[in-house]
């Protein structure tokens, strides 16, 4: 595997389930990050983790609960979620340290039922 | 209120000509710019950036323009070619001197090039 990789693409869930979304990087980066683009709106950062603790939190509601057990993985866990949270998450890696550049994953396709 | 404003949501433009794209911006803090390009079913994919100590950078086909006065910048593509065709997004960071930034984007612009 190469780049930034993202499961699952397609993600179904009702408004009760409990699910993750998973991120793995294979560029050897030490940031990651999670946004969200919802419909007709911009990308939103969500959350950001520099060498594995958490930066910044976009005033993101809890139901959306990150993790990043080391620098190649982040984790999205989604619980109670809400029709409104449907949206494409994606998952973006960067070196840090000031180097700007992200380097995003193909998404996650989020429907709430 | 959106800090980064592409206000042109697609652009047609004849294969072989230039394509300009368009970025405002309003936050003063900001001081490195990138553009990106994403095809359907694919994430964002980084083309080119810049710092806001220049006010041009070329990489081949793209070059990117960057006016801070006005608070603009623009990516030019020439010649444009059929696989360009895709959407545009400008997005911007500020250096917060802690590593890891988020970055705010527009909205994108959709790029069609014609045959």
């Known amino acids: 595997e190469t780049g930034v990789t993202q499961t699952p693409r397609h993600l179904v869930m009702g408004m009760t389930n409990k699910k993750s979304l998973k991120c793995e990087q294979h560029?050897?980066?030490?940031?990651m990050y999670w946004y969200k683009q919802s419909a007709k709106k911009p990308l939103e950062l969500m959350f950001v983790?520099?060498?594995?603790?958490?930066?910044e939190n976009n005033s993101v509601p809890s139901r959306f609960s990150p993790e990043c057990p080391n620098s190649s993985h982040l984790f999205l866990h989604l619980h109670t979620l809400q029709p409104e949270d449907s949206a494409l998450y994606l998952c973006a890696s960067s070196h840090g340290q000031g180097a700007y550049e992200q380097y995003f994953g193909p998404g996650t396709r989020l429907t709430v039922t | 209120d959106q800090q980064v404003k592409q206000n042109s949501p697609s652009l047609s433009v004849q294969e072989g000509r230039i394509s300009i794209l368009n970025c405002d911006y309003t936050n003063s803090m900001f001081d490195y710019f990138l553009w990106y390009k994403k095809y359907p079913a694919e994430g964002p994919t980084f083309l080119i950036s810049i710092s806001s100590i220049k006010d041009k950078n070329e990489d081949g086909r793209f070059t990117v323009f960057l006016n801070k006065s006005a608070k603009h910048l623009s990516l030019h593509i020439v010649p444009s070619q059929p696989g360009d065709s895709a959407v545009y997004f400008c997005a911007a960071t500020g250096h917060s001197g802690g590593g890891a930034d988020g970055l705010t984007f527009g909205k994108g612009t959709h790029l069609i090039i014609q045959p």
């Open positions: 983790y520099s060498l594995e603790e958490r930066v």
């Open positions: 560029l050897g980066h030490n940031a």
